[in-house]
């Protein structure tokens, strides 16, 4: 049974909470086209553009031939001789990088999407783009 509680349609599992009513046919209809519609890949795609704008930016830096932002170059990054020719610049990147990692980590989970999971789609749809 589908009910109607706090002005969410979800279905009912156990007892029906105190104020729940059971969802019209209409309130059902909306929550299986929504639910069946698929997560909103909106922010996650914002999300993978500023990480690969990041990427670009530490590539063009430090004179990197690839940067695609996994664990194994940003540890190359911080051990580069244009990161130690100009730390506040490498700094001010990697903590770009950081951010945006963990911002398209972030959006990636809400529609769930794990790690390397995400990375993965996010450097294919700039591939596909």
């Not at 996650?44 to 530490?58: D, H």
């Not at 004179?63 to 194994?72: C, K, R, S, V």
């Not at 001010?92 to 794990?114: C, N, Q, S």
């Amino acid at each position: 049974m589908y009910i109607k509680y706090q002005d969410r349609v979800s279905v009912l599992a156990g007892e029906m909470p105190e104020g729940a009513v059971e969802a019209t046919e209409a309130e059902i209809a909306e929550y299986i086209a929504a639910r069946d519609a698929g997560p909103d890949m909106t922010a996650f795609v914002a999300a993978c553009a500023q990480f690969r704008q990041v990427c670009t930016q530490i590539q063009s830096f430090a004179g990197l031939d690839a940067f695609q932002g996994g664990f194994d170059e940003a540890m190359a990054f911080l051990q580069s001789a244009a990161f130690a020719a100009d730390k506040t610049e490498g700094n001010y990147l990697f903590t770009l990088w950081v951010g945006a990692d963990k911002y398209a980590t972030y959006e990636a989970g809400k529609i769930g999407l794990g790690q390397p999971a995400w990375w993965h789609d996010c450097w294919e749809t700039q591939n596909n783009a």
